[in-house]
């Protein structure tokens, strides 16, 4: 029996029945860029949360450790272990050894540190969750966190027209905690009317920068599918810049598809309409160094 060589990738998200975020965003995403995703989930619930009212929520702590355990009965490995929303800071614990013991030489961990968004913290999360994700950003290779995010881990204000060296030294200071790139998103950008993801190479010593127009709409899930298509570049041999450039343009092109229907906000982004732009990697190269 010949094993199919598919990178494989341990998924640390919660599984929301409804609304295109979490688990249901990342596993298509990756599938589609030849990626075999094994979900550990945090929690089910009914549906995303943002805009929703009444939604259920499971939480899934207790059930986390055995399937590791398991998994080490079966003798897997990752080629990257990528963890999104977590609801406590156990779950965090588990987070950790998934990337300590599972994940394979020369693989990655990606944490997307989900805390809150436009200044404030998540209504799950507390000044004890933003300590423990500063612990295990130190795990990390690579972290994503928005503007907010950013700012609750470096324990200092939010500034949303933070200035550029301003910037740069947030990622430094971020860097410095562990991963070897840092990635920032909803950044402001220099072009008005646009905004930027921009990113760090701590140890090639460079900056990135890639900018979109805004768009005044806003949609659940966009952040994890930031993050899913970073993943899926990296396993692809994409480089920093590349790969910050693929997602990016694909969240923006999520954005505008549904931006031109009259759908719910809460349904998040036509997933399905752009799944197909994921096999272009041809058009590459609006990019900048920052």
């Not at 990528?82 to 990606?110: D, M, T, W």
């Not at 423990?132 to 950013?150: D, F, S």
């Not at 950008?189 to 760090?200: D, I, S």
Request: with cysteine; charged share 20%; aromatic share 8%.
């Amino acid at each position: 029996m010949h094993e199919i060589p598919l990178q494989r990738v341990a998924a640390i998200h919660d599984l929301s029945g409804f609304g295109r975020a979490s688990l249901t965003v990342v596993i298509p995403i990756l599938a589609g860029m030849g990626v075999q995703t094994c979900p550990l989930p945090t929690a089910v619930l009914s549906s995303q949360t943002s805009g929703v009212e009444g939604f259920t929520f499971h939480d899934l702590t207790a059930e986390m450790g055995p399937m590791l355990d398991h998994w080490q009965q079966l003798g897997l490995t990752f080629d990257a272990v990528y963890s999104g929303f977590l609801g406590n800071p156990h779950q965090l614990e588990v987070a950790a050894r998934c990337i300590g013991h599972f994940l394979k030489p020369g693989g990655f961990a990606l944490v997307d540190p989900v805390l809150g968004d436009n200044g404030t913290l998540d209504p799950t999360q507390t000044p004890e969750m933003v300590e423990a994700m500063r612990q295990l950003i130190g795990h990390a290779h690579v972290i994503t966190p928005n503007l907010t995010e950013a700012a609750f881990l470096l324990g200092e204000p939010y500034r949303p027209d933070i200035p550029p060296d301003a910037l740069k030294e947030q990622l430094r200071r971020l860097a410095a905690m562990g991963p070897d790139r840092v990635v920032i998103t909803s950044a402001p950008a220099a072009r008005p009317g646009h905004c930027a993801a921009v990113a760090y190479d701590r140890r090639q010593g460079r900056f990135w920068k890639m900018e979109s127009p805004y768009i005044p709409a806003f949609y659940p899930g966009t952040g994890d599918t930031f993050s899913s298509v970073l993943v899926g570049a990296f396993l692809q041999g994409d480089s920093l810049p590349v790969a910050l450039e693929r997602a990016v343009r694909f969240v923006t092109l999520g954005i505008r598809v549904t931006y031109g229907y009259d759908t719910r906000h809460s349904d998040g982004v036509l997933l399905e309409r752009t799944l197909p732009a994921l096999q272009d990697r041809c058009s590459i190269g609006e990019y900048e160094a920052f």
